[in-house]
Nanobody, 118 residues
């Protein structure tokens, strides 16, 4: 089993920045993709950003140019840097990882709340 633990959420004013981090309990060398999803009240969970094994990234249109996803294989972490935050970014953010090999499967973190409000 793999455990993902997110950190870094909180309250920030519009235009501010937050950095989310997700730490995996197992090496992420065997992860084919890691990503961040979010779910706002009354809405479906949506993909925010994803990073592939080779470093390729994809972003949801509304966050392009504002959010950056990165991974540190040595520390088994994936990070989401969020700049120029807007009220519509308010949601619970979830980390996810697609493992292959011995830990094959898709894993989710418990979520971290991000609130953008003045």
């Amino acid at each position: 089993q793999v455990r993902l633990v997110e950190s870094g959420g909180g309250l920030v004013q519009p235009g501010g920045s937050l950095s989310l981090s997700c730490a995996a309990s197992q090496s992420i060398f065997s992860v084919k993709a890691m990503g961040w999803y979010r779910q706002a009240p009354g809405k479906q969970r949506e993909l925010v950003a994803i990073i592939q094994t080779g470093g390729g990234t994809n972003y949801e249109d509304s966050v392009k140019g504002r959010f950056t996803i990165s991974r540190d294989n040595a520390k088994n972490t994936v990070r989401l840097q969020m700049n120029n935050l807007k009220p519509e970014d308010t949601a619970v953010y979830y980390c996810t990882a697609d493992y292959v090999g011995a830990y094959r499967g898709t894993y989710w973190g418990q979520g971290t709340q991000v609130t953008v409000s003045s």
